[in-house]
Nanobody, 125 residues
């Protein structure tokens, strides 16, 4: 069955960096959107960044210039490089896949039909 497994979270100080990974399995091909979303404590799920199969990215304004999404289709893996981390980036980070879109990807988490288990990122002052 389809599975997404996220890893790479941890605790860092303000200004630090982390790289999240998400390995997908069970898909018949790579023609789907992949994305990262986050849920801060006590808040709803937020958009972070998404990427098409050919590498076109869409990034939320809140992380633009600091976070970079990428993917390796041969490894069924997506990444989120997070630099210049701030305390407000503290959240559970989820990877997701949208198999209903190929040419463009939505930043709306409601459009994603497969989700990973989440990896915690904590940024301290």
């Amino acid at each position: 069955q389809v599975q997404l497994v996220a890893s790479g979270g941890g605790s860092v100080q303000t200004g630090g960096s982390l790289r999240l990974s998400c390995v997908a399995s069970g898909f018949t091909n790579s023609n789907y959107c992949m994305g990262w979303f986050r849920q801060p404590p006590g808040k709803g799920r937020e958009r972070v960044a998404v990427i098409t199969v050919d590498g076109t990215t869409y990034t939320a304004d809140s992380v633009k210039g600091r976070f970079t999404i990428s993917r390796e289709n041969t490894k069924n893996t997506q990444y989120l490089q997070m630099n210049s981390l701030k305390p407000e980036d503290t959240a559970m980070y989820y990877c997701a896949a949208d198999t209903n879109r190929v040419k463009w990807c939505s930043l709306d988490p409601g459009n994603y039909n497969y989700w990973g288990q989440g990896t915690q990122v904590t940024v301290s002052t």
